[in-house]
């Protein structure tokens, strides 16, 4: 084989191969390219991520805070009813509180006068009972009933079955239908009862 041959065969050679390696360096570059791009695309969702966590946590202190201010608020509030949840009540007895005290300046009242002036108080001090749903409890010929009742006495009795309230000694009150105060009564028991004690 002469040398041009050999230089002939080795341009093949050359040439076969010179193709092959730029074939290997573009993929290697779209190799490059693609992972360039994935980290791109992991920095931006990174990012997007990062930012997301930012606004959630101002979302978070912003809430807390509300959340701070509205508990404040109504610890205001709940002082401010207990320090006047009763001022429609005042204002409401401050007429009686006047009547009372108009009818007490006068020197020269008769009995009589005195009696109205007390009739007239009792149904003031009535008609604010009602606006405040404020309920009498006078049990008279009812059966006693220890949950609104408190039995002062026990009286032995043919006129009333036994455990029936025969007098009151004091009202009792309902505030809404809640207990505020028992009405103190007597109550019946059987006659025979007496005897055998």
């Known amino acids: ?36 791009e994935a980290e791109e695309q992991l920095i931006e969702q990174i990012n997007q991520a990062q930012q997301k966590a930012d606004e959630n946590w101002e979302l978070l202190l912003r809430t807390k805070a509300e959340m701070e201010n509205l508990r404040r608020r109504t610890q205001k509030d709940l002082e401010n009813a207990h320090k006047f949840g009763n001022e429609k009540l005042v204002s409401e007895l401050l007429p009686i509180m006047d009547s009372m005290e108009l009818g007490l300046a006068v020197e020269d009242a008769s009995a009589e006068s005195l009696r109205e002036g007390m009739e007239l108080t009792a149904n003031m001090v009535s008609q604010l009972f009602e606006k405040f749903n404020i309920e009498a409890i006078n049990p008279v010929s009812e059966k006693f009933d220890p ?29 809404n239908g809640r207990l505020v105060r028992p009405a103190m009564v007597m109550v019946s028991k059987a006659a025979d009862e007496e005897k055998q004690d």
């Open 1 to 36: 084989m002469s040398s041009r041959d050999a230089s002939k065969k080795k341009a093949v050679v050359d040439e076969a191969i010179k193709p092959q390696e730029p074939d290997a360096e573009a993929e290697m570059l779209e190799e490059e390219a693609a992972l360039v």
């Open 147 to 175: 949950e609104l009742h408190q039995a002062m006495s026990l009286q032995a009795t043919d006129e009333f079955e036994p455990n029936t309230v025969i007098s009151v000694m004091q009202k009792g009150y309902l505030l």
